[in-house]
């Protein structure tokens, strides 16, 4: 159905954007620690969202454009 997709887009967006900023307040030795650099933040984000939400998604569902990419596209 059109309306709960829509909704599913939405609610990743958040869910991505929510991740990415918890991410994104990490130290870049914080990251290391945990095995992640600051190029992965994009990609674990938009994980975090899918499980969050229960649902696959892709860049394109969380970003209509690359000036919402702050790391680059994935």
């Known amino acids: 159905d059109m309306l709960q997709e829509t ?8 869910e991505f ?4 900023a918890e ?6 030795r914080q990251l ?3 095995g992640l650099e ?6 674990v984000a938009l994980a975090e969202a899918e499980r969050r939400v229960g649902a696959s998604a892709t860049a394109h569902d969380v970003a ?6 702050p790391f680059g596209s994935c």
């Open 38 to 43: 600051r190029g992965d933040l994009t990609r």
């Open 17 to 20: 954007h929510a991740a990415l």
């Open 64 to 69: 209509a454009d690359k000036s919402e990419q």
């Open 32 to 34: 290391a620690d945990i």
């Open 7 to 14: 909704y599913r887009g939405w609610a990743v967006r958040r």
């Open 23 to 28: 991410l994104s307040r990490y130290t870049d």
